[in-house]
Each structure stands twice: as structure tokens, then as C-alpha cells.
């Protein structure tokens, strides 16, 4: 069972995000930011030094360029790293992974309702593909404001560093809770994109402990409705301000993986790698639609870790448990079996 500090850290959390979510009912959302994704002002040609985090304008997605802890003055300046798209960070993953991250900071809601913050993990993914083609740099179309580059979510922006250094043909997907469904319909959009998204390919994704919901409960949303840090009553409140009013429906595709002609056939999926907790009240839904892409044959395994609450690898408070460190290990040799390049395979 979860220990005494974690329960009474999460009695204090429910508190707080219920009275965040219950104060925005009602609440009209302010006038959307014009402006789109930002990035760096930067010249055509990549520095040796990766860029810095990038800030931006609220209400705006914003991609954050983070370097492989193996990249260091001595590394080759030719040398491609994966690039990852992440729609929350995971800096220990990305560490034991050693890789090129690209941390979305997708729209929220209710100011932006769905389908932004997935829109925003789509956009991501085409504007990682540009940063292979220099050719592009000079048809950019480039709008420069005070410390930022605003491009209407990125329709033309180019990062330097990213171009020289990561390889869009190595592309992982990664999303923690409401991020893991991003990551999904993003990975479902690429396979419907097909070749329109050369040079890059989504190689794996990897899904932990997704929001997942339905309109027919499973065992474990009965069980454990009143579970750790996020019980089912909060998240039924966060689904209402995150779809349109006209939308609200539990079988809604964005929370529902489980409801037929959602996206292309799951056998076109790509590997994916699911991430369960034992406490968790949303596991089982995440632990069928993982049995369905196996039943087609794609690689999908099932990480299910014991004494285990929704977020235990990913907040701040639980980051040094046992769980927590043993998911970032296992995540990251699994996904070294996509990102190695060929002949050079990382072997388990």
C-alpha cells in the first residue's frame, strides 16, 4: 500500500485540483493569444550548443528543445540523435534513453477545448520533420518578436540546433496521463499521413498510465473510483471542460481507445508500450486496449507496477521510489530497441 506521506499528499492534491477544476465551471475563457508555437531567433547555421528552454505567450503551445546527456563539447558535430516528442517531460527517462527531447507544452483547457492540445502534438510532429530539410530555411516565412519566433504553430519555424542534431526518422511518442492520449491520436495521425510525413517516422510510442474512460465501467473504475491524486469524480469534471459543451460524451474518441472506427486499423499501429499502476482506477481500460493491439500482432507490451498510484514515475514527490526509478529503466531499455540504428541494436 502507498505510504502515509503519499496518502496525505494526495488528499491535499484532490483538494486543490477539484477547487481549480470546480472554479473554472461556468468561467468564460479569455480571448485566444493569436500568436502560435515559439522558438528561438537563431542564424541558418547550428551552434554547438543546444538551445535553451523557450518561453511563450499564455494560451499558446510551446515545444522546448532539451539535449542528450551524452552530447558534450568532445561529440561529434555530425552525430544525429532520436528525437523523441514528449507531451510531458520525463527527464530521467530521456537521460537513460539518451536522446534529443522535444517537450510540448500543449493549449489547455478550458480556453482551449479539444481537439487543441491534440491539434498541438500533430503540429509538433510536422515541424520536427522540417528541421531535416535545410532547404526550408530559406522559403521560411519568419514573424520575429521581442526574445521569441512566432509562426501560427509551425507553419515555417526553424530551430538549428535540432536540424544538425536529431534524427525525425527515430521518433518516439511519449505521453504521461491526458498526455498519453495525445500521444495516441498523434500516433494515429502519422499513420494515416503515411510517407506525407517523410523523413519522419514514428517509430514507438509509449503510453503511461493514460486518461482513458468509457461510458460502461471497467472493474477497476468501480473498485478504485476514489483512487490516489486523481479519483474518477475529478477526472469526469476535467473531461466536461475539456471537450466542446456539444461533445461531452465518455465514448468520445480522445477518451475512449476501446470504441470502434476511432482511427486506422490497430494492426498499422506502431509498437507501443503501455504503463500501468496497481492503484490507478483508470489501469484497466490501458490494459485492454493493449490486449487489442496484441491480438493484431503489434509489439505492445504491459508495464504493471505494484503498490503504484497514477503519476508515481512522473511527480515530483514520488520520483525516488523504487517504482518510479525501475519504470524509467524499463522504459528505457525498450525503447532503445527502436532508436538504435541498425547494426547497432541494443541487445537485453
Given amino acids: 500500500m502507498p505510504t502515509v506521506a503519499v496518502k496525505l499528499y494526495s488528499f491535499l492534491f484532490k483538494f486543490t485540483v477539484k477547487h481549480r477544476l470546480q472554479s473554472r465551471i461556468g468561467a468564460s475563457p479569455d480571448e485566444a493569444d493569436p500568436s502560435g508555437v515559439t522558438s528561438r531567433p537563431e542564424d541558418a547555421v547550428a551552434p554547438p550548443t543546444p538551445p ?31 528525437a523523441p516528442i514528449l507531451n510531458l517531460g520525463l527527464g530521467r527517462i530521456a537521460k537513460l534513453c539518451d536522446v534529443v527531447v522535444v517537450a510540448v507544452g500543449y493549449r489547455l483547457a478550458p480556453e ?37 519566433m512566432n509562426d501560427n504553430f509551425g507553419a515555417s519555424m526553424v530551430e538549428p540546433w535540432l536540424a544538425a542534431h536529431g534524427d525525425p526518422s527515430r521518433c518516439v511518442l511519449l505521453g504521461v496521463s491526458c498526455g498519453a492520449n495525445i500521444a495516441d491520436y498523434v500516433a494515429r495521425r502519422s499513420v494515416e499521413a503515411g510517407k506525407l510525413l517523410d523523413p519522419v517516422k514514428v517509430v514507438a510510442q509509449i503510453l503511461m498510465y493514460p486518461f482513458f474512460i468509457g ?128 547494426g547497432h541494436e541494443f541487445s537485453y
Fill in 112 to 148: 482551449n477545448r479539444y481537439p487543441a492540445a491534440f491539434e498541438d502534438g500533430v503540429r509538433a510532429l510536422h515541424w520536427v520533420g522540417k528541421q531535416a530539410n535545410l532547404a526550408d530555411w530559406s522559403r521560411s516565412q519568419w514573424k520575429v518578436g521581442r526574445d521569441t
Fill in 215 to 342: 461510458s460502461v465501467p471497467t472493474k477497476s473504475e468501480i473498485k478504485l473510483a476514489n483512487s490516489y491524486f486523481y479519483d474518477k469524480a475529478m477526472c469526469l469534471l476535467a473531461w466536461k471542460l475539456f471537450l466542446p459543451e456539444e461533445e461531452v460524451n465518455l465514448d468520445h474518441p480522445a477518451a475512449n481507445p476501446l470504441i470502434p472506427g476511432r482511427g486506422p486499423p490497430l494492426k498499422c499501429m506502431p509498437p507501443t508500450l503501455t504503463v500501468v499502476a496497481e492503484h490507478d482506477w483508470m489501469r484497466d481500460r490501458a490494459i485492454a486496449y493493449s490486449e487489442e493491439l496484441r491480438k493484431v500482432n503489434v509489439d505492445a507490451p504491459l508495464l504493471d507496477y505494484k503498490d503504484a498510484v497514477h503519476e508515481f514515475a512522473t511527480l515530483d514527490v514520488l520520483l525516488k521510489t523504487p517504482q518510479a526509478q525501475a519504470c524509467a529503466e524499463d522504459i528505457a531499455i525498450w525503447v532503445k530497441k527502436y532508436i538504435s540504428l541498425r
Fill in 52 to 82: 535553451s528552454p523557450m518561453a511563450s505567450p499564455p494560451r499558446t503551445s510551446t515545444w522546448t528543445i532539451l539535449a542528450p546527456p551524452s552530447l558534450s563539447a568532445f561529440s561529434s558535430p555530425r552525430r544525429r540523435y532520436p
